[in-house]
């Protein structure tokens, strides 16, 4: 069974930073690109980041570039994301997303809320 | 950027109706088009990918068609289940955005 399991989430000041994590089970970690992406509260769905199957290729939205940094452990069948400079803008649930021939996403965690305030 | 508008943003529909959901693209994608369906507090979950690909294990009431930069995805029987918010997806380049939604409520 595919699970993905997201945790690092929590309250934020802005200026700050979060590790976000996405451990993974059931599949082939190492054979999958994988990705973030956001849903601020009542809002839609946003693409964050995607990362390649050998972490070799990265990929982000224009508002993050400079601020995350998207990263695996092949040996850990772990997902990252590195949350620096947050902005109120960024609150949000953080889904972890398997991605299918890199392409749209076949499977998602369950998110993990960030919330950036004072 | 890719584009993606959705329409309408609220659809009103009660249980058996056929409903469409139409997705327009700002530029072609061929059909690397996604369809997502969301029910409150939940994760996304894949319907169709390619345009028109069932995803396994969806019910085949579900349907998506379209190429270009016009799509739709069609519930033929709409069941008390199906009522929840839908999003298209294009997945032509990056930033591989997302349509604004469409809620399905119960009229």
């Known amino acids: 069974e595919v699970q993905l399991l997201e945790s690092g989430g929590g309250l934020v000041q802005p200026g700050g930073s979060l590790r976000l994590s996405c451990a993974t089970s059931g599949f082939t970690f190492s054979s999958y690109a994988m990705s973030w992406v956001r849903q601020a509260p009542g809002k839609g769905l946003q693409w964050v980041s995607t990362i390649s199957s050998s972490g070799g290729d990265t990929y982000y939205t224009d508002s993050v570039k400079g601020r995350f940094t998207i990263s695996r452990d092949n040996s850990k069948n772990t997902l990252y994301l590195q949350m620096n400079s947050l902005r109120a803008e960024d609150t949000a649930v953080y889904y972890c997303a398997r991605d299918r021939g890199s392409d749209y996403v076949d499977f998602w965690g369950q998110g993990t809320l960030v919330t950036v305030s004072s | 950027d890719i584009q993606m508008t959705q329409s309408p943003s609220t659809l009103s529909a009660s249980v058996g109706d056929r409903v469409t959901i139409t997705c327009r693209a700002s530029q072609s994608i061929s059909s690397w088009l996604a369809w997502y369906q969301q029910k409150p507090g939940k994760a996304p979950k894949l319907l169709i990918y390619?345009?028109?690909n069932l995803e396994s294990g969806v019910p085949s009431r579900f349907s998506g068609s379209g190429s270009g930069t016009e799509f739709t995805l069609t519930i033929s029987s709409l069941q008390p289940g199906d009522f929840a918010t839908y999003y298209c997806?294009?997945?032509?380049?990056?930033?591989?955005?997302f349509g604004q939604g469409t809620k399905l409520e119960i009229k």
């Open positions: 390619k345009a028109s």
């Open positions: 997806q294009h997945y032509y380049s990056y930033p591989y955005t």
